[in-house]
Each structure stands twice: as structure tokens, then as C-alpha cells.
């Protein structure tokens, strides 16, 4: 049984930062791609960075040069580093991974349960 767990999330204030963390636990043969979602209230849950297994990440425009997407492979980990943070970045985020089964096994998306962030002051 595969599970995603974040850590991380909370309140803080415009212009401040926040570390989230995602790990996966479970018996797997290998994560692909993890990235990270948000859905704020009454909005669709888009697409925020995603990183594949070797370290190419890609961003949406609206976090590029102040959010960082990093990973762990041996720790199974992947992280979010949110600089100069926004009111418009409160949102559930929810962190998201790819990973194959013993091979040649499928490769299955899963997510973890999610966690808030509140940019307000």
C-alpha cells in the first residue's frame, strides 16, 4: 500500500516563505514524476511544479522564481520551497507522484490528502 504524506503547510504572512515536504512510503519499484497541486475555494485544482526522476522541473507561471521544487530519491521525498508568498497562493496543496509497481509494472498517479496554506496577513 502506497501513501503520500505532506508536512509543512500553515499561516504566514505576504512576502514570507514555507517549506512543504511530501513522502511516499510503501513498496514500489520506482517514483517517476512528483510534483505538487493547489486548489484554492471555488477554483479547479491546477498544476503547480512537477519534477521528474532525474531533477528537470518545470513551473506554472505564476510561481516561477519564487517557488523550488526538489527531491530526495533515496529518501523517497520531494519538496516545496515557497518564497515571497502571495494571497493568491492560498490554496490546498497537494503533493503528487507517479510510481511504477514492481516491474514491469503499471505506472500508478497517486496524491497525497493534502495540505492548507493561508498567505494573509
Known amino acids: 500500500q502506497v501513501q503520500l504524506v505532506e508536512s509543512g503547510g500553515g499561516l504566514v504572512q505576504p512576502g514570507g516563505s514555507l517549506r512543504l515536504s511530501c513522502a511516499a512510503s510503501?513498496?514500489?519499484?520506482?517514483?517517476?514524476?512528483m510534483g505538487w497541486y493547489r486548489q484554492a475555494p471555488g477554483k479547479e485544482r491546477e498544476l503547480v511544479t512537477i519534477i521528474s526522476y532525474w531533477g528537470l522541473a518545470n513551473y506554472a507561471d505564476s510561481v516561477k522564481g519564487r517557488f523550488t521544487i526538489s527531491r530526495d530519491n533515496a529518501k523517497n521525498t520531494v519538496y516545496l520551497q515557497m518564497n515571497s508568498l502571495k494571497p493568491e497562493d492560498t490554496a490546498v496543496y497537494y503533493c503528487y507522484a507517479a510510481i511504477q509497481g514492481a516491474p514491469p509494472g503499471p505506472v500508478v498517479d497517486y496524491w497525497g490528502p493534502g495540505t492548507q496554506v493561508i498567505v494573509s496577513s
Open positions: 510503501g513498496t514500489f519499484f520506482r517514483i517517476n514524476d
